[in-house]
């Protein structure tokens, strides 16, 4: 059977996530590799409702203990229902960010402490990505790029600063699990970045 692939894309907002996603599942396509194509929060009927409910604006405001708490209850009924079957089957996962998201916005943006984020995380990941494209660079150039957009969902809303944290905290991680991590320069062009990403792939087709 070949060897199954767990892959997550990560970066702040309008680092081109969705563009890598896109490439991504049209490389392994031509390849003909089995995957699947998901995304954080969300993947399943709950954790889709879930992530309705943490990007609304509506009702009250959400406590940062809430928004963690929404985000793993999501990402357990995720691994569980999508993401662990699908590896079972051979077939790789694509992922439109994972828990690496968690440590970056709800620790380093929200504040909240690293022992509780690994103790949600013993709770409810047991399967962690072999790779993760972590798409780095400047806040503004990521707010300029999602300028246009008519509507901003509840944490696109934040201020620079938070924004400033989560990268930090994404950047933090990658340096402390350099094997998982591939940092890749978002403020290049985007022939550029899909270029990156797909000489990193090649060599993980050639390794299998
Ligand atoms: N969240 C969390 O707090 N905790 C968690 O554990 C998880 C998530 C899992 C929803 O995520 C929110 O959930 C997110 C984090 C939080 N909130 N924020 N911020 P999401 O992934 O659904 O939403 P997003 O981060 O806001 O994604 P995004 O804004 O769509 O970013 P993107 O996918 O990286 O951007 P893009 O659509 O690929 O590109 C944006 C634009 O830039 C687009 O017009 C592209 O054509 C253009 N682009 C892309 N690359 C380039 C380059 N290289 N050059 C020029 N232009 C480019």
């Given amino acids: 059977m070949e060897k199954h692939f767990f892959i997550s894309i990560e970066g702040i907002e309008g ?27 969300g993947g399943t009927i709950i954790a889709e409702a879930i992530r309705q409910i943490l990007l609304s604006h509506e009702g009250e405001e959400m406590l940062p203990i809430t928004e963690m708490l929404l985000m793993f209850a999501s990402r357990a009924q995720h691994v569980d229902h999508v993401i662990k079957p699908a590896l079972a089957k051979g077939e790789w996962v694509i992922c439109d960010r ?30 962690m990505p072999d790779l993760t494209f972590l798409l780095d660079g400047p806040v503004d150039l990521g707010v300029e790029r999602i300028a246009k957009r008519s509507t901003k969902d509840r944490i696109e809303t934040e201020k620079h ?48």
């Fill in 161 to 208: 600063d938070f924004f400033e944290r989560a990268r930090q905290a994404y950047l933090d991680r990658a340096k402390s699990q350099p094997d998982r991590f591939v940092i890749i320069d978002a403020s290049q062009s985007k022939e550029q970045v899909l270029a990156e990403v797909l000489v990193t792939m090649a060599k993980q087709l050639n390794d299998k």
């Fill in 98 to 127: 994972f828990a690496d998201a968690s440590y970056a916005y709800q620790g380093g943006g929200r504040g909240l402490s690293k022992g509780m984020l690994d103790t949600l995380s013993s709770w409810t990941v047991d399967t």
């Fill in 15 to 41: 680092m081109g996530k969705t563009t890598v996603f896109d490439a991504l599942h049209q490389c392994l396509t031509e390849k003909g590799i089995k995957h699947i194509l998901t995304r954080e929060p």
